[in-house]
């Protein structure tokens, strides 16, 4: 079972800003969010990750509210090459566990000239 | 540079006839994952690798298996394929860390074709 809920599809104009929300009502105390990002043909690659708040890498930006039940993944100026598909995941520490290693269905993003 | 290798990147086999997949890397991390991708669909882990403990998924069918001989490799056996497990196969390496979750590593995939 999926424990995370995000758009199915998005489009977009080059320049815009992306804003991709991935709900996670169930997420427990231990778990981090992650986002993957995959191109055609090719595995999904890192994005990035946080806890809470928010946190910036060179590629975008993720913002996590104070109950932690939603995120959001922040795309500045997209161009034609971000289109892919993008995951939102959810898990815990590995610390010796399983862990959750489950991709929900994804986002497809199509970014326009 | 470091990453994650699968050969092939293309395999076609028939159908019953058992097929390996490979996977190697030079992270030398300590947990290695096999995913089935199905053409629109997410990334379905299979099973894992921590060290030489092996981790099933709970719905991974029997035909499914998979072996680590040391920390670089990782095959998948695929030991009677049906039409139904034509997919993209991915590798994924991660090392475990004290304070954040892994980042998982994807190697490219190999796209497994059954006639």
């Known amino acids: 079972l999926a424990k995370t809920t995000q758009p199915i599809s998005m489009d977009s104009y080059e320049g815009q800003e992306v804003n991709i929300t991935c709900s996670h009502n169930?997420?427990?105390?231990?778990?981090?969010i992650t986002w993957y990002q995959q191109f055609p043909s090719q595995g999904p690659r890192f994005i990035i990750q946080?806890?809470?708040t928010k946190v910036t890498n060179e590629v975008a930006s993720l913002f996590i509210p104070a109950d932690r039940k939603s995120s959001t993944l922040s795309l500045p100026r997209v161009s034609l090459s971000d289109t892919a598909v993008y995951y939102c995941?959810?898990?815990?520490?590995?610390?010796?566990?399983?862990?959750?290693?489950?991709f929900g269905k994804g986002t497809k993003l199509s970014v326009k000239p | 540079d470091a990453m994650v290798i699968q050969n092939p990147r293309y395999q076609v086999t028939q159908f019953g006839k058992p097929v390996t997949l490979s996977c190697s890397q030079t992270?030398?991390?300590?947990?290695m994952y096999w995913y089935q991708q199905k053409s629109s669909q997410a990334p379905k882990l299979l099973f894992h690798?921590?060290?030489?403990?092996?981790?099933n998924e709970a719905d991974t069918p029997d035909n499914f298996q998979s072996r680590r001989p040391n920390t670089s490799f990782c095959f998948l056996d695929i030991r009677s394929p049906g039409l139904g497990d034509a997919a993209m196969y991915l590798c994924?390496?991660?090392?475990?860390?004290?304070?954040?979750?892994?980042?998982?590593?994807f190697g490219p995939g190999t796209r497994l074709l059954v006639l």
């Open positions: 994924a390496t991660s090392r475990p860390g004290r304070v954040y979750q892994e980042t998982q590593y």
């Open positions: 169930n997420i427990a105390t231990n778990d981090y």
């Open positions: 946080g806890y809470k």
């Open positions: 995941l959810v898990g815990e520490l590995y610390g010796g566990s399983q862990g959750n290693l489950i």
């Open positions: 992270l030398n991390h300590n947990v």
């Open positions: 690798y921590y060290d030489k403990d092996f981790n």
